[in-house]
């Protein structure tokens, strides 16, 4: 069973930057591939990023792109995601989440993720 740990998040006025990061415990962190999303009350969830295995295929939402970078680093057992250029409309419930794939059908759609953190929140006032 893996278990995925969020933090990072806060209140952070437009512009600026955070820095996400999402700890996995049990299974093999190697094995699978990892999202992010969020979800921003009223609103669907929404694909923020996705990182393969090895942390050299990403993909990036559109709406992210340009802002957003994701790494990972699978000796800590950690993703990250520096969220620069931060705006309002980012504001949102950011969580992480694992599958054991990496294709373009899956890494956008929510479904395909069995395992998920609890989230971490942020905040930006404008």
């Known amino acids: 069973q893996v278990q995925l740990v969020e933090s990072g998040g806060g209140l952070v006025q437009a512009g600026g930057s955070l820095r996400l990061s999402c700890v996995a415990s049990?299974?093999?962190?190697?094995?699978?591939?990892l999202g992010w999303f969020r979800q921003a009350p009223g609103k669907e969830r929404e694909f923020v990023a996705a990182?393969?295995?090895?942390?050299?295929?990403?993909v990036y939402g559109d709406s992210v792109k340009g802002r957003f970078i994701v790494s990972r680093d699978n000796v800590k057992n950690t993703v990250y995601m520096q969220m620069n250029s931060l705006k309002p409309e980012d504001t949102a419930l950011y969580s992480c989440?694992?599958?054991?794939?990496?294709?373009?059908?899956?890494?956008?759609?929510?479904?395909?993720?069995?395992?998920w953190g609890q989230g971490t929140q942020v905040t930006v006032s404008s």
């Open positions: 990182v393969s295995r090895g942390g050299t295929g990403i």
């Open positions: 049990g299974g093999t962190f190697s094995a699978y591939s």
């Open positions: 989440a694992a599958q054991f794939h990496w294709d373009a059908s899956r890494w956008a759609q929510p479904t395909q993720y069995p395992y």
